[in-house]
């Protein structure tokens, strides 16, 4: 994987893997899952300045120190649902002929003629799309939740004072 710039060790590296096997399905394990694994990549390490600002964090670089399970599943959802966004967007140019269709299904009875663009549904991907924004807010809320800490504590729960 040398020709995409990402070290498949680092954090971020290792978080485009899974997404490409795992959640992608991609089982070409040639040339284009290096690739699409170094796309991911770019956009998993582009993408931290976002992740920061939804959850008060500072990672950045393609091996952020601290970024564990939780802020890597953040990451993760954010990825796909943008992934979902576009694949809407690209399905319905396709439907609107200003992008290239892989076809076309024809059903023909008699004098009758059903003809329809060979392309994934829109709806499909919206509908992936806004579950994806769903986990998203939820996971985002969840961590918020859990990791923040008091912003006033007082009596026997205040950390001791140095003297």
Not at 117 to 131: E, G, R, S, V
């Amino acid at each position: 994987m040398a020709h995409s710039g990402i070290n498949p060790q680092t954090n971020i590296g290792k978080l485009a893997e899974n997404i490409v096997d795992h959640d992608l399905g991609f089982y070409d394990h040639g040339e284009t899952r290096d690739t699409e694994v170094g796309l991911i990549s770019g956009w998993l390490e582009g993408h931290l300045g976002e992740l920061n600002t939804v959850i008060f964090t500072s990672f950045s670089g393609d091996h952020p120190p601290g970024l564990m399970l939780e802020e890597q599943t953040i990451l993760r959802e954010m990825y796909l649902s943008d992934y979902n966004r576009k694949a809407e967007r690209n399905a319905l140019r396709k439907i609107d002929g200003d992008g290239k269709t892989h076809g076309w299904i024809m059903i023909k009875e008699g004098d009758s003629v059903i003809k329809k663009p060979n392309t994934p549904t829109p709806k499909f991907y919206h509908d992936a799309y806004l579950a994806s924004q769903e986990r998203l807010k939820s996971l985002i809320y969840a961590y918020n939740l859990y990791q923040a800490e008091p912003s006033q504590v007082a009596g026997k729960d205040a950390p001791a004072q140095p003297k």
